[in-house]
């Protein structure tokens, strides 16, 4: 079965500090990995996705994230956290040959960065 | 554009009670979707549509329904509601339903409490 662990629930980082936040899926099958956020009272945004290719992937307001096949993990990663940086992190798995869009995500990381 | 959009934002029902959550979107997006939000689950996808007419269900589509008359709404439906439907909703859509790759634009969500 096709899954996605974000193993912790919340992260905490000190502000211009480098931020990890840890996700790992399972699939059969080449994954779509994707990165959303999720600011307090608001819908998810599109962070960031791996389809093919390069194993680090850039996306919006500075954040990137690693591919890492032989691990089965996709973690995000920001070389100097802010305070507005704080919020809900979700992973996403795609790509999983149903023949239409859906996503698996995983349950979620509060990343707190403080000043 | 708008994007995503979704009413209400708030709701609260007692058991028994019916009512529909609207979405739209104004991308002329034929995917669009349905999930729940409870804490410490994640998002959980409640039933999708690949276009006008056509719809299915997620991993989660028991006591919802819905329908796609249009492309641009996707309402959702609670028959009989009851405390476990408690949850954050929100509706999701993107542009093309085969293309596993695509990201999906998300509205603000609709909070629903049933007492």
């Known amino acids: 079965a096709q899954s996605v662990a974000q193993p912790e629930d919340q992260v905490n980082v000190a502000e211009g500090n480098p931020l990890t936040v840890k996700c790992t899926y399972s699939?059969?099958?080449?994954?779509?990995l994707f990165w959303y956020v999720q600011y307090p009272n608001r819908g998810l945004q599109f962070l960031l996705k791996?389809?093919?290719?390069?194993?680090l992937v850039k996306g919006s307001y500075g954040f990137e994230a690693e591919f890492n096949k032989s691990q089965t993990s996709f973690h995000l990663k920001k070389p100097s956290a802010l305070v507005s940086d704080s919020a809900l992190y979700f992973c996403?798995?795609?790509?999983?040959?149903?023949?239409?869009?859906?996503?698996?995500f995983g349950t979620g990381t509060r990343l707190l960065v403080s000043p | 554009n708008a994007g995503v959009t979704q009413t209400p934002k708030f709701q609260v029902l007692k058991t028994g009670q019916s009512m529909t959550l609207q979405c739209a979107q104004d991308m002329n997006h034929e995917y669009m979707s349905w999930y729940r939000q409870d804490p410490g689950m994640g998002l959980r996808l409640i039933h999708y549509?690949?276009?006008?007419?056509?719809?299915d269900q997620g991993e989660v589509p028991n006591g919802y329904n819905v329908s796609r008359s249009t492309t641009e709404d996707f309402p959702l439906r609670l028959l009989s509601a009851a405390p476990s439907q408690t949850s954050v909703y929100f509706c999701?859509?993107?542009?093309?339903?085969?293309?596993?790759?695509?990201?999906?634009?998300f509205g603000p969500g609709t909070r629903l409490t049933v007492l």
């Open positions: 999701a859509s993107s542009y093309n339903p085969t293309r596993q790759d695509n990201e999906q634009f």
């Open positions: 699939v059969s099958g080449n994954p779509y």
């Open positions: 791996y389809i093919t290719g390069d194993n």
């Open positions: 996403a798995l795609g790509g999983m040959n149903t023949g239409f869009q859906k996503l698996v």
């Open positions: 549509s690949v276009g006008a007419g056509i719809t």
